[in-house]
């Protein structure tokens, strides 16, 4: 997001190094630019300054007592120091007394591992505490809302939190009570905090006082394994990291990505992991046409297809847009070129709430690149409901959420094809002729276009599971019988076809973005 | 200053190259060691093991305990830093929830896999909060089958104390 | 053919060879364990029990007896069986037979075969013993036995010059290849006083003949052919009662040498000082087998000491002292001797 009017740029001194940016940038962002960290934690890029926890003192030529850095604009001859002896003194005071009541209950505290004031601690002071009398109790465990916890003997008065819900999630509901020593954040008067946006709190806090209620003492975060892929929620498609332990998941955050997301994701795209955890579909389902596995059952639709092609009646298609561009691309080319069918409806969840800060109305990740994929094929898609009135000679379903999901579960038991590549046990899958295991979006690799047009890559998080297999190699197994069908092994090059028929613009993923959790290690 | 104690090379002299006389005072020590043995017996180092047992020394890592706090659940707060510090990665926890506020965690699970333990004392070391110990002056005895080698809570637990130090630290 | 002879010779070899050699050899195997154990400020076997008596482990080399027999008989692939099953055999006989000419006693009843020759009988019999360690190794198909044979192979054909030598020494003293008159011969007093033993009038062929019966005896410090820390021998593809054959026959070996050496250098059953006309008819000869018995055992005990005392010898040292220092030396003894004899 390019300011629009130029900003008049100045120079300046840092720890003797000259530096050119622009007129009232603050010297936190400034040093950050030539790799000096300045230690903080109430400032963050995202939100307002505060200036007051005083850990990013400085001392500058300008004003005989050190400044915070976060309040401190650059402007023509500052002259800035961040390293005396004075301002490691003031760091480990500030410290010090940030501390003091601290109840340093490390042991059983979710953020440590990824806490800024156990890093700056261990960083910038070492300086043991010198209180001799009882720490101040505050509340402790307090239910904030539905997904955050509380801890007011952790919390230590920054206001991140305050101003995040004010400026950012625009519902004030959080306020700093009492004064001094005494005082904590809290609820304002009947309020709750469940807000959309409410869990980036967790991330924002610095130190532990706000945790995840999903991700209470699930595991430490030093164990987790971290993968770097795409939120499928909504079509924003949010940069999100999955982290994993033992090969589950156990919570999501987001990357920073200025294009799509900013530094931020909703509650439901964070929680949207536990959709499958359960009644997930692993093996080849096919109730009605007795026992088989996989081989046996791509060959049996495989044959089947043949047939009604030669028949002239070709099923109907039921896309999903969880689909990836290169599922979605394997698959309409079979279907669509090898094998003549017409009638194609898109699937998906219905169209629900959005609002203007990230959350869309379309409740799905990749309904943009799908009608791309359709339009060079030149296909119209029908409704979903004309799609299923028009299935008599057989149906090919695609993805695990449908809105018509009941009404797609009555129409393919009665028919004698009705396939069904699903990542859950459903209605719909028992009652299939064939019902085969695909991959939760976790576990899918590929690429999706967002409502906005950017298309970024989608990386596997966990590995597909027993018989589940990729939707574009399931659609290629089943066309292993017809002729002109291109044989892939690796999604990558569906992927360079997309980019050479100017389906996606993959050169300016934008998926590299750092993630807001952690910032003191830099 | 380290005092190295600097042994002179023997010089071979005739009566060392002629072998035979340094033969005869090796039988001698022998000799004298065998006549000892089998009147005093005072020299024989041997301990007959079951019937007679060697103390255990005073830092003997020995079988796991985890300790209790006065009402006898574990002192243990599920923190991982045993699991952490662990260099062969044997031990597994679990952790859960309890009402009150100031511990707020337990290990539901807490299982040492003793086919993996090397007894290196590392996690003693790590916990902060005196919570597992390995001075039960117990072996670890070896088991027939690999779910035994796995000693959990209960286990661990039973040979467990009262620990002196107060958690949650001086000031809290 | 003199049926009573036969029979005659028949108890004594069984009560010389089975009962005294066997008897020993089997216990020295129960004595080499407690032994090294003590030298080495140890207990040493002492868990085998019958009905809770553990007799300072003296049953052991019963409890082993019991396992010999018991374990599998392996042959290894490709070994040539007959060898291979006769080879422990061959180790052992030659030993057994050898005890025919050492007299346990006075006069021709205390010994099985008084001959006049018994000297170069002895020689020639117990070379045959060396196939034993030979054979085994090579008809095992197992190169590491293949080394041990080797190295047995070389080592007793090395020493066992030197042994006859120093033997020459014996015979140009005492006039005679008869172990009999040896002994007798060997109950003088030189100057009233001092018996004239071999180990008196010999005292280098003594030291010569024990290290160089050391060596041909295959044990420490010349256990090259066994060499458990490198290639464990040419019995490495031997089990059960095969195996504790060949090792019964290295401490049947043991008894033997022994034997061999009081009879030659220690005065055989003389008792010096003891007027044999002061003690009543047959006590005399049971203290003169005593006698013999003794010190037999004692030349066992040094044998051992020196085997729990000195470390193995490497290869080239071996070669080098029976053939550079040993071999020269037993010369020199004879000739020293045959000089001395001239000039008396
Ligand atoms: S907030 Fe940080 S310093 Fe405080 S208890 Fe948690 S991890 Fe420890
Ligand atoms: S709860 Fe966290 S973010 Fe909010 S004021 Fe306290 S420390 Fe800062
Ligand atoms: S003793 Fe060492 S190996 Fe065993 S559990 Fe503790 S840290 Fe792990
Ligand atoms: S380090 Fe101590 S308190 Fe932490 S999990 Fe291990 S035993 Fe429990
Ligand atoms: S970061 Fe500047 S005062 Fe907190």
């Not at chain 1, 690429?447 to 574009?472: K, M, Y």
């Not at chain 2, 019937?51 to 991982?80: I, N, T």
């Not at chain 3, 030349?299 to 005392?309: D, G, K, S, Y």
Request: proline share 5%; charged share 20%.
């Amino acid at each position: 997001m390019p300011d629009t009017e130029e900003k008049k740029l100045v120079t300046m001194k840092i720890d003797g190094q000259e530096i050119t940016v622009p007129e009232g940038m603050n010297v936190i962002d400034a040093a950050e630019q030539i790799g000096i960290y300045i230690p903080r934690f109430c400032y963050h890029p995202a939100l307002s300054v505060a200036g007051n926890c005083r850990m990013c003192l400085v001392e500058t030529n300008q004003a005989r007592k050190p400044v915070p850095a976060c309040r401190e604009g650059a402007r023509e001859g500052l002259e800035v120091t961040t390293n005396s002896d004075r301002i490691k003194e003031a760091r480990k005071d500030v410290l010090e007394f940030i501390l003091l009541d601290h109840p340093v209950d490390c042991p059983i505290c979710d953020k440590a591992g990824e806490c800024m004031l156990q890093e700056q601690y261990s960083k910038f002071s070492l300086r043991p505490s010198s209180l001799s009398m009882p720490k101040v109790h505050k509340p402790k465990v307090k239910v904030m809302g539905p997904t955050v916890l509380y801890d007011a003997e952790r919390c230590i008065n920054c206001t991140r939190c305050v101003r995040f819900m004010a400026e950012i999630a625009k519902d004030p509901v959080l306020t700093q009570v009492h004064r001094g020593d005494h005082a904590y954040i809290d609820l304002a008067p009947d309020k709750v905090l469940n807000s959309p946006y409410s869990m980036n709190v967790v991330d924002l806090c610095p130190v532990g006082a706000l945790t995840s209620r999903d991700f209470r003492f699930k595991a430490r975060v030093w164990f987790l394994e971290s993968t770097d892929t795409v939120c499928s929620e909504c079509s924003r498609g949010c940069n999100i990291r999955v982290d994993t332990y033992k090969g589950e998941i156990k919570r999501i955050v987001p990357r920073e990505n200025p294009d799509v997301n900013g530094m931020f994701m909703c509650d439901h795209g964070r929680l949207a992991y536990h959709e499958y955890e359960n009644d997930r579909l692993f093996t080849v389902a096919g109730t009605r046409t007795g026992d088989m596995n996989y081989t046996q059952a791509v060959n049996r639709i495989s044959l089947q297809l043949l047939q009604m092609i030669k028949s002239g009646m070709p099923p109907v298609v039921i896309l999903s847009p969880f689909m990836t561009n290169e599922d979605a691309w394997v698959a309409i080319f079979s279907l669509k070129v090898l094998a003549n069918v017409n009638v194609f409806a898109i699937g998906g969840n219905a169209q629900g709430e959005g609002d203007d800060i990230l959350i869309r109305e379309d409740k799905n990740p990749n309904t943009r690149g799908l009608m791309t994929i359709l339009k060079h094929f030149g296909i119209q898609p029908v409704s979903v409901k004309e799609a299923i009135e028009q299935a008599d000679n057989g149906m090919i379903v695609f993805g695990t959420r449908h809105a018509w999901i009941d009404e797609i579960a009555k129409k393919i038991g009665t028919l004698d094809f009705g396939v069904i590549l699903s990542a859950k046990a459903t209605p719909a899958t028992t009652k299939a002729a064939f019902a085969l295991p695909v991959p939760s979006p976790y576990e899918t690799t590929g690429t999706w276009t967002n409502e906005f047009g950017i298309t970024q890559r989608v990386q596997a998080v966990l590995q597909p599971q027993q018989e589940a297999r990729p939707i574009w190699q399931i659609v290629q197994d089943m066309h292993r019988g017809f002729a002109r069908m291109q044989t892939f092994t690796r999604v990558e090059e569906i992927t360079d076809i997309l980019m050479d028929k100017g389906l996606i613009a993959l050169d300016d993923l934008t998926n590299t973005g750092d993630d807001i959790t952690v910032e003191a290690g830099k | 200053m380290v005092k190295v104690k600097v042994i002179e090379r023997p010089v071979p002299t005739v009566s060392t190259e002629i072998y035979l006389k340094e033969v005869l005072k090796g039988m001698g020590v022998s000799a004298k060691h065998f006549f000892q043995g089998i009147t005093t017996q005072k020299n024989l180092v041997t301990t007959q093991y079951p019937e007679e047992k060697r103390p255990y020394p005073k830092r003997f890592r020995g079988h796991h305990r985890l300790m209790k706090r006065e009402d006898g659940s574990a002192r243990c707060v599920a923190c991982y830093m045993c699991a952490t510090a662990c260099p062969s990665h044997c031990i597994t926890i679990e952790a859960g929830e309890r009402e009150e506020p100031y511990i707020q965690k337990y290990p539901r699970k807490f299982e040492i896999d003793y086919l993996k333990c090397v007894f290196c004392g590392f996690c003693v070391d790590a916990c902060p909060q005196d919570a597992i110990r390995m001075d039960s002056d117990k072996h670890r005895i070896p088991a027939y089958t690999r779910q035994d080698e796995m000693a959990g809570n209960i286990d661990l637990l039973k040979l467990g104390g009262l620990s002196q130090a107060r958690q949650g630290g001086k000031w809290s | 053919m003199n049926w009573n002879i036969v029979l005659a010779a028949t108890i004594k070899w069984v009560f010389m060879v089975l009962v005294f050699g066997l008897g020993v050899a089997g216990i020295l195997t129960w004595v080499e364990r407690k032994m090294s154990a003590v030298i080495q400020d140890r207990v040493g076997p002492n868990r085998a029990s019958i009905l809770g008596f553990r007799m300072l482990g003296l049953f052991h080399p019963l409890a082993d007896a019991i396992k010999a027999f018991t374990k599998e008989d392996f042959v290894p692939d490709g070994a040539n069986r007959v060898l291979f099953f006769l080879a422990p055999l061959i180790a052992l006989v030659p030993g057994m037979l050898a005890f025919a000419v050492l007299p346990f006693g006075p006069g021709d009843n205390l010994v099985i075969a008084n001959m006049d020759s018994g000297i170069i009988a002895l020689l020639a019999i117990t070379s045959f013993g060396i196939y034993g360690a030979t054979l085994g190794g090579w008809s095992s198909n197992n190169a590491f036995a293949m080394l041990g044979s080797l190295r047995a192979a070389a080592q007793m054909i090395s020493y066992e010059v030197s042994m006859g030598l120093n033997l020459v020494g014996m015979f140009m003293v005492f006039g005679t290849l008869s172990f009999s008159q040896i002994v007798y011969a060997q109950g003088h007093l030189l100057g009233g006083w001092l018996p004239e033993w071999g180990i008196v009038v010999q005292p280098l062929a003594f030291i010569l003949f024990m290290a160089a019966a050391l060596a041909e005896n295959k044990r420490a410090p010349f256990d090259l052919p066994e060499g458990e820390s490198e290639i464990i021998g040419y019995n490495v593809e031997y089990s059960s009662m095969r195996f504790a054959t060949f090792f019964l026959s290295e401490f049947f070996e043991v008894v033997l040498i022994a034997a061999i050496v009081t009879v030659l250098f220690l005065g055989g059953w003389q008792i010096p000082w003891l007027d044999p006309k002061g003690i009543a008819g047959g006590w005399i000869r049971v203290l003169q087998v005593g006698a013999f018995v003794v010190k037999t055992l004692f030349v066992i005990w040094v044998m051992m000491l020196a085997r729990w005392t000195l470390p193995r010898f490497r290869y080239d040292q071996v070669m080098k002292l029976g053939w550079k220092i040993i071999l020269p030396l037993s010369l020199l003894n004879i000739l020293v001797t045959a000089i001395v004899l001239a000039m008396l």
